[in-house]
C-alpha cells in the first residue's frame, strides 16, 4: 500500500471537510460587502488541495493566483530562507488578498511572504492556513483564518508532503520511521 508508512490517522476526510467548510463561512462573512473581488493566492504546492476545496466553500465573487515559495528542500526542518520560485501573475496593488498555506508551523514562510506581499501595496492582506503548529512558532505572524491546531509533528496528506510524496492522501497522517 501506498501510504504503508502512515503510524498515525491524525485528521480524517470528514473531519477535514468540516473544517474547509467552517472556514469557507468564516471567509464568506468577513469578506461581504467589499467592492471588488476577492483574490485568493495560494502556496504551491502544498496549499492546491485545500485552495481547491477552500475556495469552492467561499460564497463570494472571487479569483485565484498561485505563487511557489520554498524553504524546505527535501527535509523536515524549514531553513528560514525563503525564495520565490514561480510569482504571481496578477498585480495585487489595492487588491484585498487572502494568502492561503497547508500549514504554519515556525511561521518563517508565512512571515517573509506577508512581507513581500505588503511591501506590493494590497488594500488588504489576511492569512489562512489549513493546519497551525503552535508550539513550532518562532516568527511572529497573525493567522486570522485557521483551519486546525495539531502538535508538533511532522504530517503528510492533503496537499502537504514528505519529499514530493504523500500529497495525495485524503487524510492527514504521520509519517513513521
Ligand atoms: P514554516 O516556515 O516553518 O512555517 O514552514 C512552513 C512550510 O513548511 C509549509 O508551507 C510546509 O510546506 C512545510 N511544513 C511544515 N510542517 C510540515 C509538516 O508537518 N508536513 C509537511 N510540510 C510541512
Ligand atoms: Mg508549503
Known sequence: MFDSKITKKLISEEQIQQTVSRLGKEVTEHYT?????????????GSFIFMADLVRCIELPLCVDFMTVSSYGDGTISSGDVKIIMDLDTSIEGRDVLLVEDIVDTGKTFSKVIRMMNNRNPNSLKVCTFLNKPECRTADVTVDFCGMDIPNEFVVGYGLDFAQQYRNLPYVGVLGE
Open 33 to 45: 460587502g467589499i467592492d471588488q473581488e476577492l483574490l485568493v493566492v495560494g502556496l504551491l504546492r
